[in-house]
C-alpha cells in the first residue's frame, strides 16, 4: 500500500460504516422476517380458500340432494294420501263404483219414465262435462283433454296445474285466453235448461258443478253469498269468469275466497290482484290443488248430503276426488243414484243408468 492510499484508509470512518452496515443488516432481517409472515398468511389464505371451496361444493351437493329429497318426498306423499283416502273410502263401506267379486252389479237400466218416478223432494244433481258437451265445450280429459299451440301439444291434465302456472305462467295464460275467446259465442244447451228450471220449481235442489265453463250458473238464479259464490251451485272446480290473488292476499280461514272478474285476457294476458298489485290466477281447482272451504264451500257441501235421499249424476267419469266420494257416499247410506251418461259407470248400489245424452234425457226426466 503506497503512501497516499495509507492516508486514505486512514481517514475513512470505520465507524460510521459499521454503522449504517449495521442499520442495512437490520432492514434487510426485518424484510425478510416480513417476506416469511407474508407467505405463511398466503399459504393460511390458501389453506382457507381450499376448505371454503370444499364446503361450497359440499353444500351445493347437499343442495341437490334436498331437492331430490324434495321431490321424492313429494312424491311418497301423494302416494301415501292416494292410499288413505282409498282407506277411508273402505272405510265409509263404498270403495268401488264398479262391480267386483265382494260387490256384485246391482244398477239397472231403466226408462226416463221409470227414474222420474224416482225422483224425491231432496235431490241433488252432481254435474260433469258432458253437461256441457252439447254446447260445443270439450272436456279435459280423453280425447278432448288437448291444448294444440303452434307445433305442440299439451295435455289439458298438466296445463292446468299449479306447478305449470308457475313453472309456464305465459303458456298456462294463454291457455285460459283461448278457453275463453273459444265460450264467447257458447251457450247453455237443453240440459243446463232443464237443470235450472227444476232448481227454480224445487229451491231445494242441491247443484253441485265440476264444470268451469259458467254456462249452467249463468242461466241459475243469481243470489250471491259473496262475488262470484252462488247460493244455488256449488261450483267445486270454481269458474272461468274469475280470478283471485295467486299469494292470496286477502284468504281467511273459513272465509270464503275474494274473487275478481276475469279481465279480457287477449288484453291483459297476465292480470294482477286488484288489491295487492301481485300476479293473479284463475278461480279454478288445478289438478294438483285440493279443495279448500274458502275456494269451493268443500266442508258446507259435505254437511249438506245427509238431507239429500237422490243424486242425479250427469256426464261424469267420477274421476275426481270430491265427485267420486261423493257418489260413495249416498252408496254407502243406500240412497236412490240415477246416472244419465253415454257409457254409465255406477254398477253398485241403488243404481238405476239412464243411457244417452243428457241434453236429450234431462228436459223429459226434470219436467
Known sequence: ???????????????????????????????????????????????????????????????????????????????????????????MGANSIKADEQNPKTAKEVTVEQAQKLLTKNVLILCGAGLSHASGIPTFRGKDGYWTKGTDTYQCQK???????????????????????MLINKKPNAGHTAIANYKKKNPNTLIVSQNIDNM?????????????HYESIYEIHGNIKYMRCFKECTLEQDELATLYEMPDLTKNLKPKCPKCGEDARPHILFFDESYTNENCRFQELQDKYQNYDTIIVVGTMLETGCAKSTVCQFISK???????????????????????????????LLK
Not at 216 to 228: A, D, E, F, V
Open 159 to 181: 296445463v292446468l296445474t299449479k306447478d305449470f302456472l308457475t313453472s309456464n305462467p305465459d303458456l298456462c295464460w294463454e291457455w285460459h285466453r283461448d278457453f275463453q275467446k
Open 216 to 228: 249452467l250458473t249463468s242461466i241459475l238464479p243469481q243470489k250471491q253469498i259473496k262475488n262470484g
Open 334 to 364: 243406500k240412497a236412490t243414484i240415477i246416472e244419465i251418461n253415454p257409457e254409465p259407470i255406477i254398477e253398485v248400489g241403488n243404481t238405476y243408468q239412464i243411457k244417452g245424452k243428457s241434453e236429450v234425457i234431462l228436459p223429459k
Open 1 to 91: 500500500m503506497d503512501n497516499q492510499e495509507q492516508k486514505q484508509y486512514q481517514k475513512f470512518d470505520w465507524e460510521e460504516y459499521e454503522r449504517k452496515r449495521a442499520i442495512e443488516m437490520e432492514q434487510y432481517e426485518r424484510i425478510q422476517k416480513e417476506i416469511k409472515e407474508t407467505q405463511e398468511r398466503s399459504r393460511q389464505t390458501l389453506q382457507s380458500l381450499e376448505v371454503t371451496f370444499k364446503n361450497l361444493d359440499d353444500a351445493k351437493a347437499q343442495a341437490r340432494q334436498t331437492v331430490e329429497n324434495i321431490d321424492n318426498f313429494k312424491k311418497q306423499f301423494s302416494d301415501a294420501m292416494d292410499k288413505l283416502l282409498d282407506k277411508i273410502g273402505k272405510s
